[in-house]
């Protein structure tokens, strides 16, 4: 069996820590790119979401460097997410493929039997005993957490650094570095080394630049391909920016679900405006940008793919909760078809507004 994993963010670095702590034959296909994108637009129903077709390109990237399995976590509804599995694998075997869907669905919906079952597929592979296997998927977990922190950080911290540009340094090679060892100690103490780079970074505590939440549809705020590298943009322009949806937080959350204790925080704050589950993260979105506000950031960027049903939902609240809550928001619609130049123009005539709100403060209009 070898393996490979639609992309997410930095999930492929976790799952590589993973695969090669339990010894497990892998592919992890190149990172989200024009490619993937072409190959899945080809292959997917047109009306599909964006991240639909990416998975697409990303197997078939898989697959021809010998893959013969992907493994993919899932959820059994109410969005099209639900479907997503089922689909994708007839639509490789219709283009002639010979491959294997292990489908890690939520506890709640295939039971504690078939779900251990599955996850029992991918470690029959490896030749650790169950106590190792536990260690690896602890290793991993930990990776998943580190990174997330560290990009959190390098993200809010752009804002303050006195040496231009070295957030956005440190965060580019610390992916580089540990995607490079194939050893997970060793991933582990990269990991610890570059947050303790960016908690020891030079900063300036007198600047207020500008903070900006990022919330929307998971899958595309937090991969940089879908969102044109939105945040790298906003680092680059020397913006704070905070996003609360992260791998780590998805592991967390999912956990958690079944005992109704996940992102309280988020939830509680989302239900003046959304009290009720529809489906992707549409609550988790309102919550944000309610929070936003509370924490007294300048702004908030929504983004989601086309025709995502939860995100249209929580595109008609937004304009009620910036009215209520005095947020500006801005929210972008990404597809395949989403021009660079109009994308970008948006996003700096947003942070122009967000500057002149600011003096307009600051004179009292
Ligand atoms: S949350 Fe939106 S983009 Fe994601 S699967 Fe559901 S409908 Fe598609």
């Not at 997330?148 to 950080?153: G, K, N, R, V």
């Not at 906003?234 to 949806?245: F, N, W």
């Not at 003046?272 to 309610?290: K, N, S």
Request: with cysteine; net charge positive; glycine share 8%.
């Amino acid at each position: 069996m070898k393996i490979t994993i639609p992309h997410m963010g930095n999930v492929y670095i976790a799952a590589k820590i993973l695969f090669d702590s339990l010894g497990i034959d892998y592919v992890i296909p190149p990172p989200n790119n024009k490619e993937a994108l072409m190959l899945g637009s080809k292959y997917s129903p047109e009306e599909i979401c964006l991240p639909f077709k990416l998975m697409i390109g990303n197997y078939i990237a898989g697959i021809e460097k010998g893959a013969d399995t992907v493994l993919l976590v899932s959820s059994c509804g109410p969005c099209r997410f639900g479907e997503y599995a089922g689909l994708q694998a007839k639509i490789l075997r219709q283009l002639g493929y010979n491959i294997e869907f292990i489908v890690i669905d939520p506890v709640k919906s295939t039971g504690f039997r078939e779900f251990f079952n599955r996850i029992g597929k991918v470690g029959a592979e490896s030749k650790k005993n169950n106590i190792s296997r536990l260690n690896s998927i602890f290793t991993a977990y930990t990776a998943m957490s580190l990174m997330d922190e560290i990009e959190m950080m390098a993200h809010e911290l752009a804002g303050y650094e006195k040496n231009k540009g070295e957030c956005r340094r440190l965060l580019s090679s610390c992916k580089k570095d540990v995607f490079s060892s194939n050893d997970p100690a060793n991933a582990l103490r990269i990991l610890r080394s570059y947050r303790n780079k960016l908690k020891h970074l030079s900063t300036d505590s007198k600047r207020n630049p500008l903070k900006v939440a990022i919330m929307g549809e998971i899958y595309t705020v937090i991969d940089p391909f879908p969102n044109l590298h939105i945040e790298d943009l906003l680092m680059k322009a020397g913006v704070s920016t905070y996003r609360k949806l992260t791998p780590s937080w998805w592991v967390r959350d999912t956990l958690l679900k079944p005992l109704g204790l996940n992102s309280r925080h988020l939830l509680e704050a989302s239900n003046e405006f959304l009290p009720h589950y529809i489906g992707g993260h549409a609550r988790e979105c309102i919550g944000e940008a309610v929070l936003a506000s509370r924490n007294k950031l300048d702004g908030a960027i929504q983004i989601f793919p086309m025709g995502c049903m939860p995100e249209i939902v929580s595109k008609s609240i937004l304009p009620a909760i910036s009215r209520k809550k005095n947020l500006p928001v801005l929210s972008l619609v990404v597809d395949e078809m989403t021009g660079e130049a109009g994308y970008m123009t948006r996003i700096e005539a947003f942070l122009d507004l967000l500057e002149r709100r600011r003096e307009n403060v600051r004179v009292g209009n």
